[in-house]
């Protein structure tokens, strides 16, 4: 089910200014006039787990601000296939502005908050805001180091550094706001099994073996099949090759 709640204001929104994406993410570049513009043409909707958010080549119509949970894109071949390429977290912006087309699917991987609001809006609004438009820029920047630090992932770890490098964007990202410097962290895992062998380029049973070994280790804790501990970082990091 979706819900759908208006934040229109004369001031700067109530909801906006507790937003995390309004201080971390990229409505943190603009002035209180331009955020109020904004504001006013957005609405926030929450989507449950498996809802396909835009699809492989479907026009764009809005953008968004996650606020809360995670994203999966994924690329489909001519055959049907598909392939994990990325995930989005809190509070990563979503989508290409200035696209007439998506390039991606987006699948609401774990049940997801997202602010939204109409490309022309945006658009408009960031013609008028170069610190949008480097806002903007910094975070593809950022997803580009990101994939290419997710290519030596793939191409030169071992299945067990690609599990705890796996496990480790999850804790570096999936609470990064509130606590960006925890030791420690617990979350339930976004993805299926089969998800995550398709994102490592596993089997399912090389993973559930290589979770099995972290557990044993003492690396971390799973609980109900699906909630995962790591009880120190830095142990996981080096599992990882960091």
Known sequence: MTVRQDIHNSDIPVLCQACEARHHGVCGALDPNKLVALAKTSSRRQVDAGTELIGDAEAIHSYANVLSGVVKLTKTLSDGR????????????????????????????????LCSFPKAALERIMKESPGLQGRLLGQTLKDLDAAREWMVTLGRKTAAEKIASFLLLIARNIDRVSDPNMRTAAFDLPLTRNDIADFLGLTIETVSRQLTKLRADGVIRIENNRHVVVVDISRLEARAGS
Not at 89 to 103: L, Q
């Open 82 to 113: 598909q392939q994990i390429v990325g995930l989005q977290f809190a509070p990563d912006f979503f989508g290409r502005p200035f696209r007439a087309e998506s390039a991606i699917n987006a699948e609401a991987a774990t049940r997801v908050s």
